[in-house]
C-alpha cells in the first residue's frame, strides 16, 4: 500500500453541484444581481422607465407617513391607498403589517430620496447577507450562490427586507454554534420580523442557551420600548387591527397567493376552506418545530441550527417568496452534511427544487397576468411553492438521516464557524 506524506492525500472530486459553481458562474451571478440593484435605483431617480409600485415603494412611503405622523393609516387599507395616492400618485394594495419597531426603519430610509433608499437599504443589507452566508458557508459559498440565485433575484429587484432579516438569522445562527449570549441581539432584532424567528427561538430554548434567550428578549423589549417612546403607545392599537384586517383579507383570498410558499395558500389556491387550511397550517408549524426539538436530542449543533432556521419558513401562512433567504442560511449550514450523503440525482434535485420554491411565484405572477390581460380567463393562482418547500424539507431529512446512519451516528464532520 503506498503511504502518501503529510499534504499530499488525493483530493476529494467536487461533487455535482461544487462542479456547476465555477468561479465564472459565480462572477456572473454577482454581476447580475449588482446590475439588477443599479437599474432598480436608476428607475427611482428616473433614468429608466418606472414600474409599478413594489414592496421597497411600500416601505419608503409608510417611512414618510412617519414623519407626517400619520403612520397608524398604514394599518388601514383604505386609508393607505388615500395616503399613497397623496403621496406618490399612484396605489397598489400592499397592506402594512409590520410592527412598530420596523417603523422606525423605513423612518429613516425615508429621510432620503427613494432612489438612494432603495440603493442604501438593498445594497448594505444584501452585503450583509452574503458576507454572513460567506461565513457559514466557507469554501462552499459558490454553491450556495448558484443554489440561492432566484431568492436574490426576487430581493434585489422589489427591495424586500428578506436580506436584512436572513442576515439577522443567519448571524443568531453563528452566535448559537460559538455558544455567544450574544447571539440573542440579532434573534431580539426579529421583533421585526417574528414569526420567521420561531424555529430558533425554540433551538435557542432546547438547546438551553439561557444567557442567549435571555439577551434576545431584552433586546426585543428594548426595541418595543423605543419605538412606543418614539411613535406612541395608540400605534400598538393600530397594529393590532391592521393585523386582524389582514387575516380577514388572507381568507378571502386577497393576498397573491401564488407568491406565497405556506401550506395554507396552496391550500386555499385549491379553493380548501380558510378554516381547514389554517388548521394544516398549523399542524405543519407544530411538526416543523417538533423535527427541531428531536435534531437538538440526535443530531450535531451545526444539523440542528439548520434545521431551525428552514422550520421558521412553516410557522406562518403569510410567508413569501422572499422569506426564503432563510432558507439559504438554513441550506448553508446544512450543505457540508448534504453533499457528503447526497447521490448526484439528489443533488440535482436539491438544486431544482430549491431554484422552483424561488422562481415559482415570480413565474406564476407573470403567466397569470398574460392570461388576465387577454381576457380569456379570470386571473387565477395556484401556489405550489409551499408542496414544492416540503418535498425540499422532506429529502434534506432523509439525505440527513442516512448519511448519520452511514457514519454510524458519529457527529457531524462540518466545521463550527468561529
Not at 45 to 70: C, N, Q, S, T, Y
Not at 74 to 89: F, I, K
Not at 166 to 181: D, H, N, S, V
Not at 224 to 231: E, Q
Amino acid at each position: 500500500m503506498t503511504i502518501l506524506p503529510p499534504g499530499h492525500e488525493p483530493r476529494r472530486a467536487p461533487t455535482l453541484l461544487e462542479a456547476l459553481a465555477t468561479p465564472l458562474a459565480t462572477r456572473t451571478l454577482l454581476a447580475t444581481l449588482a446590475l439588477i440593484i443599479l437599474s432598480r435605483a436608476a428607475r427611482y431617480a428616473g433614468f429608466l422607465p418606472a414600474l409599478d409600485l413594489a414592496d421597497f415603494d411600500a416601505f419608503h412611503i409608510a417611512g414618510r407617513m412617519v414623519w407626517r405622523g400619520d403612520i397608524a393609516d398604514a394599518y388601514h387599507l383604505p386609508a393607505l391607498l388615500r395616503a399613497q395616492r397623496s403621496l406618490v400618485g399612484d396605489e397598489a394594495s400592499l397592506p402594512w403589517t409590520y410592527p412598530p419597531p420596523f417603523d422606525l426603519v423605513v423612518a429613516v430610509l425615508a429621510l432620503l430620496p427613494i432612489s438612494l433608499a432603495y440603493l442604501a437599504f438593498t445594497g448594505t443589507t444584501f452585503t450583509a447577507y452574503l458576507l454572513v452566508l460567506r461565513r457559514i458557508a466557507g469554501p462552499l459559498f459558490p454553491v450556495i450562490l448558484l443554489a440561492l440565485f432566484p431568492v436574490l433575484f426576487i430581493e434585489a429587484a422589489t427591495g424586500q427586507n428578506g436580506f436584512l432579516t436572513g442576515a439577522l438569522i443567519g448571524l443568531t445562527g453563528l452566535g448559537l454554534l460559538g455558544g455567544r449570549a450574544s447571539a440573542g441581539l440579532p434573534l431580539g432584532l426579529m421583533v421585526i420580523k417574528p414569526h420567521l424567528a420561531v424555529g430558533l427561538a425554540v433551538c435557542t430554548l432546547a438547546m438551553r442557551r439561557w444567557r442567549c434567550a435571555v439577551v434576545a428578549v431584552a433586546t426585543a423589549f428594548l426595541a418595543i420600548a423605543i419605538a412606543t417612546v418614539l411613535l406612541g403607545p395608540a400605534l400598538w392599537l393600530a397594529f393590532l387591527q391592521g393585523v386582524a384586517e389582514a387575516k380577514t383579507y388572507l381568507a378571502a383570498g386577497l393576498y397573491p397567493l401564488s407568491r406565497m410558499i405556506s401550506v395554507y395558500a396552496w391550500l386555499r389556491s385549491l379553493d380548501l376552506p380558510a378554516a381547514l387550511a389554517l388548521a394544516a397550517q398549523s399542524a405543519m408549524a407544530v411538526a416543523a418545530l417538533g423535527i427541531v426539538v428531536l435534531a437538538v436530542r440526535h443530531r450535531p449543533p451545526r444539523q440542528v441550527v439548520g434545521l431551525a432556521t428552514l422550520a421558521s419558513l412553516f410557522v406562518s401562512p403569510y410567508a413569501y417568496d422572499y422569506d426564503l433567504a432563510l432558507y439559504g442560511v438554513g441550506l448553508a449550514l446544512l450543505l457540508p452534511d448534504l453533499l457528503a450523503g447526497a447521490s448526484r440525482g439528489e443533488q440535482a434535485a436539491l438544486l431544482g427544487l430549491g431554484w422552483a420554491s424561488g422562481v415559482y411565484g415570480m413565474v406564476a405572477d407573470l403567466f397569470q397576468d398574460g392570461i388576465a390581460a387577454t381576457g380569456a380567463l379570470p386571473r387565477s393562482t395556484i401556489s405550489l411553492a409551499g408542496p414544492i418547500l416540503l418535498i425540499l424539507l422532506a429529502l434534506i431529512w432523509h439525505i440527513l438521516r442516512r448519511e448519520r446512519s452511514a457514519t454510524g451516528g458519529a457527529p457531524s464532520a462540518a466545521p463550527v464557524p468561529a
